[in-house]
């Protein structure tokens, strides 16, 4: 009897204790990695999910030289029940990015509070990340290849044309 009494204020402790859920969905990517072309730009949106029955604030922080979040706030606010809140970010290939290299974007979720000045009992934050690729136009990939074997054909038609001319005066 006196060990339940004496485990009585922990389990009182333990069931005391909330966690709040949120959650982070994205779209699957191969390799976890896009492919993007050199000069040109995407959207990359994921979707932020609170299944609770309260509204949670939460922070956004990413890194990235390819990416900026689109409309980027300080503070989010995840309505209750609300599995589709949107974040999007705007990845860009300029031209000071370097092909075949691989970018990497990292964001991570942390609740904040909740709305009306409430603090959360727990707060942990998730991090997630995904690559960029930045790959060659493959419309262009073969245009200088192509341009070399132009050139040749085209000098070894005025070569053969010579020689043909030449080969024709000796015959007269």
Same mark, same amino acid.
């Given at each position: 009897?006196?060990?339940?009494?004496?485990?009585?204020?922990?389990?009182?402790?333990?069931?005391?204790?909330?966690?709040?859920?949120?959650?982070?969905?994205?779209?699957?990517?191969?390799?976890?990695?896009?492919?993007? %072309?050199?000069?040109?730009?995407?959207?990359?949106?994921?979707?932020?999910? $609170?299944?609770?029955?309260?509204?949670?604030?939460?922070? %956004?922080?990413?890194?990235?030289?390819?990416?900026?979040?689109?409309?980027?706030?300080?503070?989010?606010?995840?309505?209750? #029940?609300?599995?589709?809140?949107?974040?999007? @970010? $705007?990845?860009?290939?300029?031209?000071?990015?370097?092909? $075949?290299?691989?970018?990497?974007?990292?964001?991570?979720?942390?609740?904040?509070?909740?709305?009306?000045? #409430?603090?959360?009992?727990?707060?942990?934050?998730?991090?997630?990340? @995904?690559?960029?690729?930045?790959?060659?136009?493959?419309?262009?990939?073969?245009?200088?290849?192509?341009?070399?074997?132009?050139? @040749?054909?085209?000098?070894?038609? %005025?070569? @053969?044309?010579?020689?043909?001319?030449?080969?024709?005066?000796?015959?007269?």
């Amino acid at each position: 009897m006196k060990k339940l009494i004496a485990l009585f204020p922990f389990i009182l402790l333990l069931f005391s204790l909330e966690a709040y859920a949120i959650g982070i969905s994205s779209p699957y990517l191969e390799n976890n990695t896009i492919q993007l %072309i050199k000069g040109q730009s995407t959207i990359y949106s994921i979707n932020l999910q $609170n299944p609770e029955d309260i509204d949670i604030n939460v922070k %956004i922080s990413y890194s990235s030289d390819v990416a900026k979040i689109i409309d980027y706030k300080e503070v989010y606010t995840l309505l209750a #029940g609300k599995l589709d809140t949107p974040v999007s @970010f $705007n990845i860009t290939a300029s031209e000071e990015t370097k092909i $075949n290299k691989i970018y990497t974007v990292s964001y991570s979720v942390k609740p904040l509070s909740i709305p009306g000045g #409430g603090t959360l009992p727990m707060t942990m934050s998730i991090a997630k990340q @995904f690559n960029v690729k930045i790959i060659k136009d493959p419309d262009k990939a073969g245009t200088y290849v192509l341009g070399y074997y132009a050139a @040749f054909i085209a000098i070894a038609m %005025i070569i @053969f044309i010579f020689i043909w001319k030449k080969l024709k005066k000796k015959a007269y």
